[in-house]
């Protein structure tokens, strides 16, 4: 899959600007504060229809305009899509071929990244919430069915919180019907998740093992109902927490139990990362869960994600970006961030395409340099 073209209307600090990619290496590069992640972001949004930042999408309207509007040219094979983002300050719109999407779920997964961001290092150390985002993230690119699912899922546990928030005495015989659907569909979410689990742990010892990482790392999926695997009795035991916490959750106006609070940790040849890990150790799995991602998209979607690598050395050092270009097979489109390009091997400089953020007086524009070869 390749990103052929993006082009941006007062989104951040772009007032019309559009970028013809190519389909292998590109570098972005600007001085601090020019742009770069700007343009990360609306490839992601396009892509998400969310930031990662958990932006409200107001503040990536150009400051003083009403809407933004994101397109993008997308080639997958032969066949070549065009996705758009519009948002006004009430609505906001996906298009694909130019006709509107009414539901995001069906709009997400037409285009698939994977980036590589300074905010990642939160990932592993960061609130369970961050996680939880990830995981529904990676697996609803890759599986529109489990969006569906989660949409589902969270909308029967707003009934059931709402239910028991607002009422003085609780209709046993509804919250119980409440509880089953919740945990038919919680079911479903544990399959899914484990599913994820098992197969990103397919490709981590590899990954981890060719980054020079010592040790074993395994990701480990944290249920608070605790079971440790799906099977036909997870539903079930669900159920079980679901009905035997009524009380509990009717005082607190939430639900304890479901995957809604679940959380992963990895492990380092036993050891919670989270928990005992170096800063260095930190970055190499996050490196290697996010490369994991890379097999997993291509094996799920026969295609290659696009890579996005914003602030190529800020966090990470030269050693492990050398292991991610290694990685990253040389057919896959990259889309890379970087102030200067000191220190980047010249034999890859020689077949990426370079843009050049210029800033005269406030007006953004990018320069592109001749393709090199
Ligand atoms: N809504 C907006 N309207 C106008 N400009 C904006 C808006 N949001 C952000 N900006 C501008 O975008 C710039 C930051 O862009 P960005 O974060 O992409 O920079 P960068 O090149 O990635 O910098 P760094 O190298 O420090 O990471 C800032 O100058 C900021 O003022
Ligand atoms: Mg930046």
Redesign the pocket.
């Known amino acids: 899959m390749k990103l052929d073209s993006l082009k941006l209307r007062n989104f ?2 772009y007032t019309k600007e559009k970028i013809n990619f190519s389909p292998h290496v590109n570098f972005i590069i ?10 990360v ?1 609306a490839i992601y949004m396009l892509a998400i229809t969310k930031t990662y930042k958990s932006m409200k999408e107001e ?5 003083d305009e009403d809407h933004f509007l994101i397109k993008g040219v997308v080639e997958r094979g032969t066949e070549k899509q065009s996705l758009s983002l519009y948002y006004d300050m009430t609505n906001k719109l996906a298009m694909i071929n130019d006709d509107k999407v009414p539901k995001l779920s069906d709009y997400i997964g037409n285009l698939n990244v994977i980036l590589f961001s300074p905010e990642d290092l939160n990932l592993i150390k960061g609130q369970p919430g961050g996680r939880r985002k990830f995981i529904n993230l990676e697996i609803g690119q890759i599986n529109r069915a489990y969006l569906k699912l989660m949409h589902e899922y969270n909308k029967v546990l707003k009934n059931r919180n709402e239910y028991l928030k607002n009422k003085k005495t609780i209709d046993g015989l509804y919250i119980e019907t409440l509880n089953e659907q919740l945990a038919e569909l919680g079911g479903q979410v544990y399959k899914y998740r484990f599913k994820f689990i098992d197969d990103i742990n397919k490709e981590l010892e590899s990954i981890f093992k060719s980054f020079h990482g010592k040790g074993s790392l395994v990701m480990k999926y944290e249920a608070n109902t605790l079971i440790t695997e799906f099977n036909d009795e997870s539903k079930d035991i669900l159920l079980e927490k679901l009905n035997s916490s009524i009380n509990q959750d009717s005082l607190r106006g939430g639900t304890t139990y479901g995957p809604h609070r679940d959380d992963f940790s990895l492990f380092l040849d036993d050891e919670n990362i989270k928990l005992s890990a170096s800063q260095g150790q930190i970055r190499l799995a996050t490196l290697a869960l996010k490369c994991a991602e890379i097999n997993l998209f291509k094996v799920a979607t026969g295609e290659d994600p696009i890579i996005l690598l914003d ?1 190529l050395f800020s966090e990470l050092d030269k050693v492990k970006v050398k292991n991610i270009l290694k990685f990253i097979k040389d057919d896959s489109q990259i889309i890379i ?1 970087t ?1 200067d390009l000191d220190g980047i091997n010249q034999r890859l400089l020689k077949k990426s395409k370079i843009f050049e ?1 210029e800033n005269k007086r406030g007006n953004v524009k990018i320069k592109t340099e001749e393709m090199r070869n």
Not at 30 to 39: A, E, L, Q
Not at 59 to 63: E, N, P
Request: aromatic share 0%; no cysteine.
């Open positions: 951040r600090n600007g001085p601090n504060g020019s742009g770069k992640t700007n343009i972001e503040h990536l309207v150009k400051r602030d961030t102030t953020i």
